[in-house]
């Protein structure tokens, strides 16, 4: 079922939800663990804004296994607003539509169903802010 | 640390092997390393292999091909670091002669991976990236580095056409490979008019995973004058670490496992870029090719796909690449690239490379990459 390992991330996955470095402010996103040396309370939870602009794109035309359905369909490097990089789907875009340095914005879509029993994945992508 | 030789190089084509297993596969390569040296003899064996376990083939593939040669119960263990494996199972191999401890050790890079449909085949090749933030959003590895195309085309000024060099030059020094899987010359034409995969990104700019084996064998300075007539020297091996994804590199365009593990292994082998005559790097793509020269100091940066456009690349170049054929005509042995490269950088010191030879070759480089540049293993060949 995979239950666990996507409910565990659920707040970066629904929320775009980063933690910000309580001392230098430096924004990351995904969360990450603390690192050895690292004090308990050095990241908080940050919420980034979910707006920002395409880094690069590309077209998936040769899926892998679990977005058969969904191919072909836009992949990106977007750089939010706050500094970090994150990839995702590009969405409500036609194909032909995109650029670099586009601006987008985060919404929540459904990114895969794990099988006729399994869960179904959601999460962010990105689309053209109009 | 004591000096470490490769005493023997054994291959098997390249392709779609379907009437054969991946020990069936493992076995010709390394019979073929051993040449007249009984098994028996070998201490230790490394097994590069990144898909064996992920495409739901078979785990434990270290004792699965010591059984299958017949040499059950010496130390054996496979390794796994993506496309970088067969380098990554090499320098192990080189540390354990060097150690001391062992005298010979057998290294065999194995991939089967056309007993599952694509779609498959894309999931365990994406789980090269990171499973969590990459692969969860449908991206492949192909689209990351045509990701990456985008970009360097966009910071750089160069269209498509300009990246045609690497895939022709791969496939006109492919013919003289009895191993790769496309032993025919394409065109800058063809590839321009090739359907996409993931744009930017065409179809012969593409490599084509398939089935194979290759192996290696590594012994001491003292066994390797007694076991091979012309054996050559491991002059430094590397391997470093970047990031698991993509997008949590500082500049995505620079592969910094690359850099170091390339600086690395010249400092170790006390040589420059200018020594090397003739060097194999993990190439699917050009700009795989292109991004790999720039970060380990063959070229500046955004320079890479000029050298190729001016012809540095081919064996009568500066820097000729993908002398026998690269990932693009050799076909795409994943995990088995690395010892791939070594066995035809081997060719090429010993003069046997056929039309492909650069002419008094005596100094190779050797590094592949897995995924994105996650891991990248760095070998410095000499002929003495």
């Known amino acids: ?130 | 640390m004591r000096n470490v030789y490769i005493v023997g190089t054994g291959a098997t084509p390249v392709g779609e092997h379907w009437d054969r297993s991946a020990a069936s596969l493992a076995v010709e390569a390394l019979a073929a390393a051993l040449g007249d040296i009984p098994a028996s003899r070998v201490g230790a064996l490394y097994v590069a292999s990144a898909l064996n376990g992920s495409l739901e083939v078979q785990s434990q593939v270290g004792p699965m091909v010591a059984t299958a040669a017949g040499i059950s119960g010496i130390e054996a263990v496979s390794i796994e670091a993506g496309t970088a494996s067969g380098g990554v199972a090499l320098r192990q191999a080189c540390l354990a002669v060097a150690s001391g401890i062992v005298d010979l050790v057998a290294v065999v890079g194995v991939e089967k991976t056309t007993d599952v449909l694509d779609a498959r085949r894309e999931r365990a090749l994406a789980l090269a990236g990171d499973a969590e933030w990459e692969a969860i959003h449908g991206v492949t590895t192909t689209a990351l580095w045509a990701m990456l195309m985008r970009r360097y085309m966009h910071n750089y000024g160069y269209g498509i056409e300009d990246f045609a060099p690497f895939p022709v030059n791969a496939h006109a020094n492919g013919v003289a490979n009895p191993n790769a899987m496309y032993r025919f010359a394409i065109t800058a034409d063809k590839v321009r008019s090739a359907p996409m995969v993931a744009e930017p990104l065409g179809l012969l700019d593409c490599s084509t995973a398939a089935d194979g084996a290759a192996a290696l064998l590594i012994a001491s300075e003292g066994l390797a004058r007694d076991v091979s007539a012309a054996p050559v020297c491991v002059a430094a091996s590397a391997v470093a670490t970047d990031t698991l994804a993509l997008h949590s590199r500082h500049d995505p365009l620079w592969l910094s496992a690359v850099a170091h593990s390339t600086a690395t292994a010249l400092r170790a082998a006390r040589m420059t870029h200018r020594d090397i005559q003739v060097l194999d790097v993990t190439d699917p793509h050009g700009i795989t090719a292109a991004l790999v020269l720039e970060a380990g100091g063959f070229a500046e940066r955004g320079a890479a796909v000029a050298l190729a456009r001016d012809g540095a690349i081919t064996p009568k170049g500066a820097l000729p690449l993908a002398t026998g054929g690269g990932c693009k005509a050799r076909g795409d042995a994943v995990g088995a690239n690395g010892i791939y490269q070594v066995v035809e950088l081997v060719a090429q010191l010993r003069g046997q490379a056929g039309a492909a030879q650069v002419a008094g070759a005596s100094v190779a480089l050797a590094q592949c990459i897995g995924g994105i540049g996650a891991t990248a293993a760095t070998h410095i060949l000499t002929m003495e």
Do not use: N
Not at chain 1, 15 to 29: A, D, M
């Open chain 1, 1 to 130: 079922m995979d239950l666990a390992k996507h409910w565990r991330i659920r707040h970066a996955r629904y929320r775009l939800e980063g933690q910000r470095h309580r001392t230098t402010g430096e924004v990351r996103f995904p969360p990450a663990p603390l690192r050895p040396g690292e004090a308990h309370d050095s990241w908080e939870p940050y919420v980034l804004s979910g707006r920002g602009r395409v880094y690069s794109f590309s077209i998936v035309r040769q899926p892998p296994e679990g977005y058969d359905e969904q191919a072909p369909y836009l992949i990106a490097l977007v750089r939010l607003e706050e500094g970090p990089l994150v990839t995702a789907q590009l969405t409500d875009c036609d194909l032909d539509q995109v650029t670099i340095d586009m601006p987008v914005e985060m919404v929540t879509r459904k990114l895969r169903a794990l099988g006729p029993t399994g869960l179904i994945v959601y999460g962010y992508k990105f689309r053209p802010v109009v």
